[in-house]
């Protein structure tokens, strides 16, 4: 059965920086695109950022230069580093599996920027 565990989520000021983890289990992670998802109060869930089996990166407009994330196909691993925060970041962030047919989700952590 997949898992995906995020972890990294926090209350942080704004411009700070946090690095959000999802370690995913089972020997399929290096074959998935890897995604970043958020959902904000109110607000439809939305695409952050995803990485390819091939590394291929793409990010939403508004974190471009703010946000990177990356993989690490040894440690079933993916991370999103979030720098230069603001308070409209303030969401609960998903970790998301995808290839072929199949998409799994985390659980979600929560991410809140606030003075």
């Known amino acids: 059965q997949v898992q995906l565990v995020e972890s990294g989520g926090g209350l942080v000021q704004p411009g700070g920086s946090l690095r959000l983890s999802c370690a995913a289990s089972?020997?399929?992670?290096?074959?998935?695109?890897m995604a970043w998802y958020r959902q904000a109060p109110g607000k439809q869930r939305e695409l952050v950022a995803a990485v390819t089996s091939g590394s291929t990166t793409n990010y939403a407009d508004s974190v471009k230069g703010r946000f990177a994330i990356s993989r690490d196909n040894a440690k079933s691993t993916v991370y999103l580093q979030m720098n230069s925060l603001k308070t409209e970041d303030t969401a609960v962030y998903y970790c998301?599996?995808?290839?072929?047919?199949?998409?799994?989700w985390g659980q979600g952590t929560q991410v809140t920027v606030s003075s």
């Open positions: 998301n599996a995808a290839y072929s047919m199949r998409n799994y």
């Open positions: 089972g020997s399929w992670f290096s074959r998935y695109t």
